[in-house]
């Protein structure tokens, strides 16, 4: 008798006890939703193009430790899918961003030619974009600065790159308010 009474009890207690947890996750989940809706339009949002899968999740991790919402595409045709620049229509229909940063050397579309087709882009000519390559070659540096590229990196970019780029986009958003 004691046995039965023992395991309903202990049934009870697990019972409530993960009734009221998922209230507090509900909860949680609920509240990180309204931060996020305030989070989103108070941080800056960073495109980051890289065909190396371990490139472009070391710049996802050192731009989200500087507090930006980083979105990732891997290669220039996805990212030019993302912003809305598909050949096919050159109209902005895309996602904003406050920054891109892509490597120079990728098949299909280097970081060169996704960068002119920024750069064409009535929409997001003014959008700063980064060019790292893990190739210092100065003749391709002052091609891409000359197209209008904001920086020039070498790679492997340090976090200390990263909190300087998030320091001069912040002065960016703030100068244009």
Do not use: W
Request: charge should be neutral; charged fraction near 25%; proline fraction near 3%.
């Amino acid at each position: 008798m004691y046995a039965y009474r023992s395991v309903f009890l202990l049934i009870y207690i697990t019972l409530h006890h993960s009734f009221i947890l998922n209230l507090i996750i509900l909860e949680i989940k609920y509240f990180n939703t309204l931060m996020a809706c305030n989070y989103e339009e108070d941080v800056p949002h960073v495109l980051a193009v890289d065909d190396n899968l371990i490139d472009r999740k070391l710049v996802e991790k050192l731009l989200k430790s500087s507090s930006c919402r980083v979105t990732t595409a891997e290669n220039g045709m996805r990212a030019l899918e993302y912003l809305g620049l598909k050949e096919t229509h050159q109209q902005n229909n895309g996602s904003k961003v406050n920054m891109i940063i892509t490597d120079y050397c990728m098949p299909g579309m280097t970081g060169y030619e996704l960068l002119q087709k920024i750069k064409e882009s009535s929409v997001l000519k003014e959008v700063p974009v980064i060019i790292m390559s893990s190739e210092n070659i100065p003749t391709r540096v002052n091609e891409c600065l000359e197209m209008g590229a904001h920086k020039f990196m070498l790679k492997p970019l340090k976090l200390s790159d990263v909190k300087k780029l998030r320091h001069q986009l912040t002065n960016v958003e703030v100068e244009k308010r």
